[in-house]
């Protein structure tokens, strides 16, 4: 049974940085696609981050150059580095696995391609 749990949400200023993990168990993070994803009230689930099992990374638009996804494999872990955080970015962030490798961006960034979910974790970014 595979299960992801994230924690390291938490309120942070305008500005700062805030790093996000994801606890994998019964899949190898190495060996599967491992994405994030972020929704706010009243919103859908969008795509913030992807690394394929190449370690290939793909992230979305609005945090291109601010979000950092990586991988630690002794800890079977992945791992989302927030930094110049505003408040749009105020989320719950839930961490997601994909039992396969895509030949596009765009698979990446479908949630529906995505099999087990964790809980989710809040952040939340103050002005």
């Known amino acids: 049974q595979v299960q992801l749990v994230e924690s390291g949400g938490g309120l942070v200023q305008d500005g700062g940085s805030l790093s996000l993990s994801c606890a994998a168990s019964?899949?190898?993070?190495?060996?599967?696609?491992m994405g994030w994803f972020r929704q706010a009230p009243g919103t859908e689930r969008e795509f913030v981050a992807a690394r394929g099992w190449t370690g290939d990374t793909y992230y979305a638009d609005s945090v291109m150059g601010r979000f950092t996804i990586s991988t630690d494999n002794a800890k079977n872990t992945v791992y989302l580095q927030m930094s110049s955080l505003n408040p749009e970015d105020t989320a719950v962030y839930y961490c997601?696995?994909?039992?396969?490798?895509?030949?596009?961006?765009?698979?990446?960034?479908?949630?529906?391609?995505?099999?087990?979910w964790g809980q989710g974790t809040q952040v939340t970014v103050s002005s």
């Open positions: 019964g899949r190898t993070v190495s060996s599967y696609t």
């Open positions: 997601a696995t994909a039992p396969r490798s895509f030949s596009s961006r765009g698979y990446y960034t479908a949630h529906n391609n995505y099999d087990y």
